[in-house]
């Protein structure tokens, strides 16, 4: 099947099971998805319906069984370990419900981290760890450790952390989950500021309404397929 050139992410006939307590779960089943570049996509559907494994799957995370997954024109689903790290390393953001950050690491050390090892110099490293918490409006508290911070100032600083690389695109599992609705609306829309200023894709998995209104796709999931595409 021909690709695109303004397709970021394409999957194809994907499968995936799990096995546990010897039963057989069929996360994801004849799982078709198109996604161009520039998009803003909310990926829904209520617990265990295959949200997350679908999100995996894309970013390389994790592997189908059987399918293709096309990413900014490569096919990962039968890619080397190695392969995939440089490729998360150069194309892909990521931000998690539980940030994820280093408890013994500043906000900018945390953000530097993502950087080794590189071919930038130290300099080069410290300004783009700058830029992106200027840009997360977070740079007055680059010295704080995680404790020192808030949920919603925690977030920032994993988004800081998933631009610092000037990746092509952002994938983001429950971003808001642990946010009251204040710091949910600040990191929604930081997100959407990247997402039109930088022309970064981004998919989030969210069951929060309240923050599907900041995509222009929405996926819809029930039992491991895909209902709909709006």
Known sequence: MPIDRDTMIEVID???EYRMAGAIIHALVDVNLSIKSGDFVMIQGPTG???STLLNVM???DLPDSGKVILDGENIARAKEDRLSR????????VFQDYNLISTLTAMENIEALLWPTVLSSKEIENRAIAALRDVEMLERKDHYPVEMSGGEKQRV???RAIVSKP???FGDEVSGN???ESETMIMELLKKINEEYETTILIVTHRESVVKYGNVVV???????KSVK
């Open 158 to 160: 994993a988004l800081a």
């Open 87 to 94: 490729l998360r390393r150069q194309k892909v953001g990521f």
């Open 179 to 181: 946010l009251d609705p």
């Open 220 to 226: 819809k999931m029930d039992k491991g397929r895909i």
């Open 168 to 170: 092509r695109i952002i």
């Open 59 to 61: 970013s390389g995370l």
């Open 14 to 16: 994907v499968n995936k």
């Open 49 to 51: 319906c295959g949200k």
